[in-house]
């Protein structure tokens, strides 16, 4: 049963019991098809109230049911809809907490509604690349005008009902309940208020104008297509506003359903479905239940307070976690806190942070030169220099003096997690914590998890990075993680390019056109040229088979690091971020490839993106196989939180999938037998082989 059917003297209340949110599967339909049965026979009902149980209204379709044909059984929502519509007896929605999506359709089918304050009404459906299907495209905008519907279907935000109530001529709720303790006694009182009312009253048939139609959908349109990034659905939804306003109720309906299909079986709502699926998949470790217990985390400790070190500690003071910032001297510290206090005196300035929670946050703040001053933290991360040596000292001290029990992170972004923990006699509290730049920005936190990692440890950090609002990924130890050691690829397969006729500004473009945030030349002129000479010189040493051009060293040869000296890949006037196509540097790769015997041609952009990519994917298929990480979508999830793929593409595996494997495996291929790529490198992992011979997916 997953909604309970009670009477209340003569009304009968239909409770949704599906937790956590109440999600509209089928067994809560059946369940409301039946109450609705029930009191409609039943002549001693004279009224009917629908509610939600625990935590929400009803959250809308249920996620758990998603592409499986249970979604669309009958009852489906439509069906309810109509159950709802042509009842004899009034029926009432009683909204508290969330009313979203599929909830709040059915809450419009009602002939009356009444909501507590505080309840989160949205029609989200646009973020996942859809539409509202079940009619809220057509009845929102009748009862709070186009303009207000439109706004909340393009974005799928949620607004307050109590900011909805107050809206001149609203038409969503009848009532407004005085507190969310009252909801039902306000709601039975409503219900036995209108039980003699007839004919029902009906949102479908309400009008639905704009007074300067014309003009505002195109206004609106405008504005839409700008925001929408090449994404179809907030088009759609637009245009679904704009029937609403101009037709017919029905014809509007039918035009919704039928876009609504369409959009469903979009490239892009398939990426964004994944993406939402991804996002939930990457907390589970397999190994890991849901319910392993955690260490309690109420203060937190740094080491280094540089770039990363003030990013990170931002995070927790941010949801109130003390932090103690450690340094080797007192300069470090202080210009440590002043980049802090510079970061939230600009939210301060742009009015995204109030004065009196930057002062909160700044009193959790304190300094150390002194370790004894640390040990009782609960958690301790390390964010010196990237070298094995400062990471062995550091490491060997917090052995030495933190508390027991306290958990011991590294951010570091290369090196060996597993060497670090055995500085340690308590390898099991070690673990990597690779937060992105700027750390208080990014999302992603790759948690990387050492051969020797406590369940606890492992559990107690990904519950707390969901705290400090982060999208977290497990990552087995290896050199570069799951990110950078994919990127690797993707830049040398980049210099490969420059070496056979490309220019930095054709490849970057030809991966932006693709949908990349910033293509490989501009990222890197923007993290700094010098950090990727310092990984190859390392990585020659390590892996002396592994070919590179060797463009971007003359680079850095000529000192052009990058944005910082306003002069790498591109150039740039000084404090400014446009690229600008640099004469110097595409006369240094002519250069080099008359000293390489190269005879440059035109690579289409096509080729490019693919090499780009699928560098990056036969990498990722190494990866999986190796256990790095647990599952493709992982990868997916690095990629759309932590380096810009295009969300709409859905991350490097779903599009593999999408091109289909077979397909990538053959580029792979035809890229193996061009004489100035690494033919080694294109033998398709022995993953993909496997999965493109089956005509499988890595999804
Ligand atoms: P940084 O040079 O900006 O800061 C390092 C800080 O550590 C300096 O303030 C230095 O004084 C301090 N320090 C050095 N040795 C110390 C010691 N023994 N005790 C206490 N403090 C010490 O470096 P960063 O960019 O913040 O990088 C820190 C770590 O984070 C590195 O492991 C790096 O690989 C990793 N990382 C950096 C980035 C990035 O984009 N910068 C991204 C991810 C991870």
Not at 135 to 156: D, S
Not at 201 to 224: E, I, K, T
Not at 268 to 274: G, I, M, P, T
Request: aromatic share 6%; proline share 6%.
């Amino acid at each position: 049963m997953s909604a309970q059917y009670k009477l209340q003297g003569d009304v009968a209340v239909i409770t949704l019991d599906n937790p956590p949110v109440n999600g509209l599967g089928y067994a809560t339909r059946v369940a409301v098809a039946d109450g609705l049965d029930k009191a409609m026979a039943d002549s001693a009902v004279k009224a009917v109230v629908i509610t939600g149980g625990g935590k929400a209204f009803s959250g809308g379709a249920d996620i758990t049911e998603f592409g499986s044909p249970k979604a669309m059984a009958e009852p489906n929502l439509g069906s309810i809809i109509l159950m709802i519509e042509n009842a004899t007896k009034p029926v009432v929605a009683a909204l508290h907490s969330v009313a979203m999506g599929g909830g709040l359709e059915l809450a419009l089918a009602c002939h009356y509604r009444i909501a507590a304050p505080g309840t989160s009404i949205a029609l989200p459906e646009v973020k996942l690349g859809l539409m509202p299907g079940a009619g809220g495209t057509q009845r929102l905008p009748r009862v709070l005008g186009p303009e207000t519907a439109l706004n909340m279907i393009v974005t799928g935000e949620a607004v307050p009902s109590e900011m909805l109530a107050q809206q001149p001529g609203q038409k969503l709720f009848d009532r407004m309940a005085a507190s969310p303790a009252s909801l039902m006694d306000d709601a039975l009182a409503l219900a036995r208020s209108v039980a003699d009312v007839r004919p029902l009253p009906l949102v479908r048939n309400l009008p639905c104008s704009h007074p300067r139609s014309d003009a505002y959908f195109q206004f609106a349109r405008n504005m839409v297509a700008g925001m929408a990034k090449g994404l179809p659905a907030p088009l759609k939804c637009l245009d679904a506003v704009q029937w609403a306003a101009t037709l017919g109720f029905d014809e509007g309906r039918a035009r919704e359903r039928e876009a609504f299909v369409n959009l469903m079986l979009t490239p892009e709502s398939r990426a964004l479905r994944h993406l939402f699926f991804a996002e939930r998949a990457a907390s589970k470790i397999p190994d890991v239940p849901s319910d392993t217990p955690q260490r309690p985390i109420k203060s937190v400790a740094m080491i280094g307070a540089g770039t990363m070190g003030g990013g990170i500690a931002m995070n927790f003071l941010n949801t109130g976690i003390p932090v103690k910032i450690l340094e080797m001297k007192q300069d470090a510290l202080d210009r440590g806190i002043a980049t802090i206090r510079k970061n939230y005196e600009a939210q301060v300035s742009k009015r995204k942070l109030k004065q009196d929670k930057y002062e909160q946050r700044m009193a959790l703040l304190s300094t150390t030169l002194d370790y004894q001053d640390i040990k009782d933290a609960d958690l301790v991360i390390e964010a010196v220099f990237e070298e094995m040596g400062v990471k062995q000292k550091v490491f060997e001290k917090l052995d030495e003096v933190m508390k027991p029990g306290a958990i011991l992170a590294s951010n570091t972004s290369t090196l060996d997690v597993n060497k670090i923990a055995a500085f340690t006699k308590r390898p099991q509290d070690v673990i990597g914590t690779h937060f992105f730049s700027p750390a208080n920005v990014m999302k992603l936190l790759e948690v990387v998890r050492g051969a020797k990692t406590g369940k606890d440890v492992l559990a107690t950090v990904m519950g707390l990075a969901k705290k400090i609002k982060k999208t977290a990924v497990v990552s087995g130890v290896c050199d570069g993680f799951i990110g950078n050691r994919m990127i690797e690829q993707y830049s040398r397969q980049a210099g490969f390019m420059l070496d056979e006729g490309a220019t930095p500004q054709q490849v970057d473009k030809a991966v932006e056109r693709f949908g990349f945030a910033m293509g490989p030349f501009r990222m890197i002129d923007m993290a700094g040229n010098d950090i990727g000479w310092a990984i190859r010189k390392r990585r020659a040493v390590e892996y002396p088979d592994m070919l590179y051009s060797r463009s971007a060293d003359k680079l850095c040869e000529l000192g052009r690091f990058g944005q910082k000296v306003s002069a790498g890949w591109y150039d740039y006037l000084p404090g400014k971020r446009d690229a600008i196509p640099s004469p110097l540097v595409n006369k240094m790769l002519e250069d080099h490839r008359k000293e390489l015997g190269i005879t440059p041609r035109n690579i289409p952009d096509e080729e490019i993106v693919q090499r780009l990519v699928f560098s990056m994917v036969n990498e990722a298929a190494h990866i999986l196989e190796e256990g790095i990480a647990s599952r493709a979508s992982d990868i997916d999830i690095v990629y759309l939180t932590g380096y810009g793929f295009p969300i709409h593409r859905g991350g490097p595996m779903l599009y593999a999938d999408e091109v289909g494997l077979f397909n990538v495996v053959q580029a792979m291929k035809r890229f193996a037998r061009n004489p100035h790529d690494d033919a080694k490198f294109w033998q398709p992992a022995p993953l993909l082989a496997r999965l493109a011979a089956q005509g499988k997916t890595f999804n």
